[in-house]
Structures are given as structure tokens and as C-alpha cells.
């Protein structure tokens, strides 16, 4: 586990009982290459352990919240980024960071300040409750890469808006503002871009000084009696990811996407 002050892409901070996690790579919207995606697990596994930790907050440097895999460093294998393909790299366990935040005891706020997108959107659907900036958008866009959404899009999406409404939204790939997603119930509630981290700090403080023990076993009841268990269905989505990752239809995605063109996909 990585210690906050080896964090290249990530901060890490502690006060008044709450800790706040924020992605730190705005000039990529806070795309998550592979370190990136250390540095995430770990904040949430130290948070869960530290017991003067309340409430968890998770956010984005503006202007974006998180739009997801960096294409170009992990489903393209730029070696630049010191990665590999994760062709090769896929276990049929569930997505470690994705298991740190579900896992973590402590409630998780996420403030969506900007593009929630691909794992971007499924990163807020892990969190317990969402408030999202006027500037947030949402979309889970794996199908136009040819893959299949992690555990935000397949056990959250469909408890928070219902069925039918994540299907659209899964199978078409969409984009949707923030005051859509408040009509449906995606989001807690949007308010304006500067006040986000305010409201966000604002509900984490009171969560915060409820007595913590009751709050976490709360939060346990909530996932055995709403979510169930992550780890079955999670490898399920790690095993077809495997399948996926080797299509002709997620290469065409990915080399569309860094094209900037229209794919053509075949079924293949």
C-alpha cells in the first residue's frame, strides 16, 4: 500500500474527521492511468483504518471529476506511461481500487465537480451519496470501447435510477447533465460550481460528528441489506473484461477514440 506522501496523482488530506481524496490530474480531466490507480485504493484502505477518519470525500481537481482509464496509457499500452496492455493484465478478481471504496467503512461522498465519465461515473456510483456541481456530466461510456461497465454501472447505476433507465444509459453510452441526473436520481442534489466543496463539507460534517460507530455499522447494514456481496459478481466482470480486451470491436474503439473519428464495429 502506498503511503499519501509517495502520492504522484493523487491528494490526501485529514481534518475535522473527515479525509478528502482528490484526483490530481486536471490536465487529462483526472483520467486514472495505472498509478493512478494505486494511489486510489490506498487512500480509501488508509482511510478505512484510520480511526479518526469519519466520512470520506472524493473529488476531482477542476475542471473535471474523473473521465475514466487513461485510453492512451492502459487500453492503448503506451509505453510511455511505463504500462502494458491490460490484455495481459486482467485477473478474474474485481477491480482492486473498485474493492477498496466498497469496502471502505467509513460513508464516501463523492462531489462530481465536472465529466464523471466511464470509470469516472462508476467512481461516483461507489460512493454512498453524490452531489454534483452544475458543470457535472455523466456517462458510462464502456460500450463504446467495446467492454462492459464495473460494479458502479451493474450493482449501483440500476439501484439509484432503476432498471430500465440504467440499461438506456448502459447500453447506449450517453451523456447526461447534472440536472438530468438529479431528475432521475443519480445525484443527491446540484448546486452551483463554487459552492460544491462547501455543500460536500457541509453534509461529511455532519455525518461526522454522529457517534462513528453507529455511522459504520449503518453503512455495513446498508451494503448487506441494499448491495450484497461485490465479489462474485466482480469477477465476473473481471473474467469478461478478459474476453473483451482481445475483441476487434474494443481495438477499434480504443484507435476511433484516439482518432478522433467514428468507429465501425463488426461483432468481432
Given at each position: 500500500?502506498?503511503?499519501?506522501s509517495d502520492f504522484v496523482h493523487t491528494l490526501y488530506d485529514v481534518a475535522d474527521h473527515v479525509a478528502t481524496v482528490t484526483l490530481n490530474r486536471p490536465e487529462i480531466?483526472?483520467?486514472?492511468?495505472?498509478?493512478?490507480?494505486?494511489?486510489?485504493?490506498?487512500?480509501?484502505?488508509?482511510?478505512?483504518?484510520?480511526?479518526?477518519?469519519?466520512?470520506?470525500?472524493?473529488?476531482?481537481?477542476?475542471?473535471?471529476?474523473?473521465?475514466?482509464?487513461?485510453?492512451?496509457?492502459?487500453?492503448?499500452?503506451d509505453e510511455r506511461e511505463g504500462s502494458v496492455s491490460r490484455l495481459t493484465q486482467v485477473k478474474p478478481v474485481p477491480t482492486p481500487a473498485a474493492s477498496a471504496i466498497?469496502?471502505?467503512?467509513?460513508?464516501?461522498?463523492?462531489?462530481?465537480?465536472?465529466?464523471?465519465?466511464?470509470?469516472?461515473?462508476?467512481?461516483?456510483?461507489?460512493?454512498?451519496?453524490?452531489?454534483?456541481?452544475?458543470?457535472?456530466?455523466?456517462?458510462?461510456?464502456?460500450?463504446?470501447?467495446?467492454?462492459?461497465?464495473?460494479?458502479?454501472?451493474?450493482?449501483?447505476?440500476?439501484?439509484?435510477?432503476?432498471?430500465?433507465?440504467?440499461?438506456?444509459?448502459?447500453?447506449?453510452?450517453?451523456?447526461?447533465?447534472?440536472?438530468?441526473?438529479?431528475?432521475?436520481?443519480?445525484?443527491?442534489?446540484?448546486?452551483?460550481?463554487?459552492?460544491?466543496?462547501?455543500?460536500?463539507?457541509?453534509?461529511?460534517?455532519?455525518?461526522?460528528?454522529?457517534?462513528?460507530?453507529?455511522?459504520?455499522?449503518?453503512?455495513?447494514?446498508?451494503?448487506?441489506?441494499?448491495?450484497?456481496?461485490?465479489?462474485?459478481?466482480?469477477?465476473?466482470?473481471?473474467?469478461?473484461?478478459?474476453?473483451?480486451?482481445?475483441?476487434?470491436?474494443?481495438?477499434?474503439?480504443?484507435?476511433?477514440?484516439?482518432?478522433?473519428?467514428?468507429?465501425?464495429?463488426?461483432?468481432?
Amino acid at each position: 500500500m502506498l503511503a499519501p506522501s509517495d502520492f504522484v496523482h493523487t491528494l490526501y488530506d485529514v481534518a475535522d474527521h473527515v479525509a478528502t481524496v482528490t484526483l490530481n490530474r486536471p490536465e487529462i480531466y483526472n483520467a486514472l492511468n495505472h498509478r493512478a490507480y494505486d494511489e486510489l485504493e490506498s487512500s480509501f484502505r488508509i482511510a478505512h483504518d484510520d480511526a479518526d477518519v469519519r466520512c470520506v470525500i472524493i473529488t476531482g481537481a477542476d475542471p473535471g471529476f474523473c473521465s475514466g482509464d487513461d485510453v492512451r496509457a492502459i487500453m492503448a499500452g503506451d509505453e510511455r506511461e511505463g504500462s502494458v496492455s491490460r490484455l495481459t493484465q486482467v485477473k478474474p478478481v474485481p477491480t482492486p481500487a473498485a474493492s477498496a471504496i466498497l469496502e471502505c467503512g467509513k460513508p464516501v461522498i463523492a462531489a462530481v465537480n465536472g465529466a464523471a465519465v466511464g470509470w469516472g461515473m462508476d467512481l461516483s456510483l461507489m460512493a454512498d451519496l453524490r452531489i454534483a456541481s452544475d458543470k457535472a456530466k455523466f456517462g458510462e461510456l464502456f460500450v463504446k470501447r467495446g467492454l462492459i461497465t464495473d460494479l458502479g454501472g451493474l450493482t449501483r447505476l440500476p439501484l439509484a435510477v432503476g432498471a430500465q433507465k440504467a440499461a438506456e444509459l448502459l447500453f447506449t453510452g450517453d451523456v447526461i447533465d447534472a440536472a438530468q441526473a438529479e431528475k432521475i436520481g443519480l445525484v443527491l442534489k446540484t448546486v452551483p460550481h463554487e459552492s460544491l466543496m462547501d455543500e460536500a463539507w457541509a453534509l461529511a460534517g455532519k455525518i461526522a460528528n454522529n457517534p462513528p460507530l453507529a455511522v459504520q455499522h449503518l453503512k455495513e447494514g446498508l451494503r448487506k441489506s441494499t448491495y450484497g456481496e461485490h465479489r462474485e459478481i466482480g469477477s465476473w466482470i473481471a473474467h469478461t473484461l478478459g474476453l473483451l480486451f482481445q475483441t476487434e470491436d474494443h481495438k477499434e474503439g480504443v484507435a476511433s477514440f484516439l482518432e478522433k473519428r467514428d468507429p465501425t464495429f463488426k461483432g468481432k
